[in-house]
């Protein structure tokens, strides 16, 4: 007998193309929409930040108020409704918290308000679902900024019969952003002081909102099976493996997907030439453009190694420097994309000036020439110290370069090795996170290259890897209905 569809309210601080910093906003503008596809009824409720109307035009604010009560203050607050694929997405209105120049905060200091501003957010989409008299089968919530929603619903609304049967989940997409605050923000957020202990909501002697998440969803799950237990040890742990492995039985790992049309060879208007697994003459055309436009010697037997980034300590950047010159003395160019962390957009920018003609840093957030820098490269390096999911080297695989990898996370489940799975190999995968791994990975790749048939070979594997979100989005409703003891 076909299974009901579900009722699902997802709620999250930001979905692209609408808000976006990180690899969250890329799941939740692309999960939604393949859920719809399998014909449930999805609802996505977010901020409405100052940027979001470049995006989706002048939406009016609703006539019907929104009363959100937290923390003793009753918020009256609009809300405004548009659309993502033709499913409908509500933006919680409030000026007050949302109306500002940056999503999370400024020259790298947070709003000290955060936990105020994501809390009236969980609260606000509970309310809000009444509103519409929209009775979810589960509520599917994000990181730190959502994690109060599963708190709200089991605490302080376990009573009200319009949400008797709703279940909650709770994804993890990266365990290093923990929304830790004063336990003197408890007040302000509405939360019970018997909830505030280690066994609750406390976390060394503060509060953590992602804690919060993981401790009272039915059931939680982060975005890739390694990472899932990597999580769970005291290494990758940052504090919470004890209580990642007290809900063992209900913490899962689902890889995320692609989105397949806004990802691919044959259809991006940024490249100089369109191509495709079945005719790649035009990625020859995409390489010789990129050495052009970067200034890089005009060489098509050389190979163009990448890196499309966020300049931080988790992606790798430190063994990158610590390599640079022994990497640069191989026969190959380096180009590098990104910004963050100020120290490291100093020194690879200082480092690049040796070599110029060979590397060229790129310190900047550029969505076209990062779409040219995938097209136009070899190799796709990603030596992350720690990578929940990743999503660059997906978008690799599927623009035919190859990915060379640390064994972490979800590099480790989609990145496979010539040297362990011949047959299925895609890429390259070096164990311990050290510079003479990373150089040992660098070269069997380059002695790969040398050989058109065999890199040929990898190249059509990554090409042709379905990476699809309807896998994925399959794997989520097992969860939701799991967390609706529909399972």
Not at 425 to 452: C, H, I, M, T, W
Request: hydrophobic fraction near 40%; charge should be neutral.
């Amino acid at each position: 007998m076909a299974k009901v569809p579900l009722k699902i309210l997802m709620v999250a601080s930001e979905a692209a193309p609408f808000a976006k910093t990180g690899g969250l906003a890329d799941v939740i503008g692309s999960l939604p929409p393949a859920l719809r596809a399998l014909g449930h009824d999805v609802r996505l409720v977010m901020p409405w930040y100052r940027g979001v109307g470049k995006v989706t035009g002048n939406l009016r604010p609703s006539q019907r108020k929104l009363l959100v009560p937290m923390g003793g203050r009753v918020y009256q607050l609009s809300f405004r409704t548009g659309q993502m694929d033709q499913l409908p997405v509500y933006f919680i209105d409030a000026p007050e918290y949302y109306d500002r120049p940056e999503l999370y905060g400024e020259d790298g200091i947070d709003y000290p308000d955060n936990a105020e501003r994501f809390g009236l957010l969980s609260r606000a989409a509970l309310e809000l679902a009444r509103l519409l008299d929209f009775a979810p089968d589960v509520i599917h919530a994000h990181d730190w900024q959502t994690g109060l929603v599963p708190v709200y619903l089991r605490h302080q609304l376990w009573r009200d019969p319009f949400f008797a049967a709703t279940g909650s989940l709770f994804s993890i997409h990266n365990l290093g952003y923990q929304g830790v605050f004063p336990r003197a923000t408890a007040r302000k957020l509405g939360l019970e002081q018997s909830l505030i202990h280690p066994d609750g909501l406390e976390y060394h002697k503060q509060i953590s909102l992602l804690k919060a998440g993981i401790r009272f969803a039915d059931q939680v799950n982060t975005v890739s099976p390694t990472y899932c237990r990597e999580i769970q040890t005291p290494e990758h742990g940052i504090g919470m493996d004890g209580l990642l492995r007290s809900r063992g039985e209900r913490l899962h790992g689902l890889l995320n997907g692609l989105d397949g049309e806004l990802w691919s060879p044959a259809k991006d208007p940024a490249l100089v030439q369109s191509y495709s697994v079945n005719d790649m003459s035009g990625k020859a055309l995409c390489k010789h453009a990129l050495q052009q436009e970067l200034g890089l010697e005009l060489n098509a037997e050389t190979p163009i190694v990448v890196m499309v980034t966020r300049l931080d300590s988790q992606k790798g950047i430190e063994l990158v420097l610590e390599s640079w010159d022994r990497i640069l003395t191989r026969q190959l160019q380096l180009v590098i994309l990104g910004t963050g962390n100020p120290d490291y957009e100093r020194r690879l920018a200082e480092a690049a000036t040796f070599y110029l003609g060979q590397a060229k840093v790129l310190l900047r957030f550029d969505d076209a020439l990062s779409r040219r820098i995938y097209a136009g490269s070899d190799l796709f390096l990603m030596p992350s110290r720690y990578e929940p999911c990743g999503l660059g080297q997906l978008i690799a695989l599927r623009y035919g370069s190859v990915p060379l990898v640390h064994a972490t996370g979800g590099l480790a489940d989609t990145i496979h090795d010539p040297q362990q799975e011949a047959d299925h190999s895609n890429g390259f995968v070096f164990d311990e996170y050290r510079q003479e791994n990373l150089l040992k990975g660098l070269d069997r790749a380059l002695s790969s290259y040398a050989k058109p048939e065999e890199w040929q070979k990898l190249v059509h594997r990554g090409m042709t890897q379905n990476m699809s979100w309807e896998s994925a989005a399959k794997g989520y409703v097992k969860l939701y209905r799991l967390c609706t003891n529909q399972g």
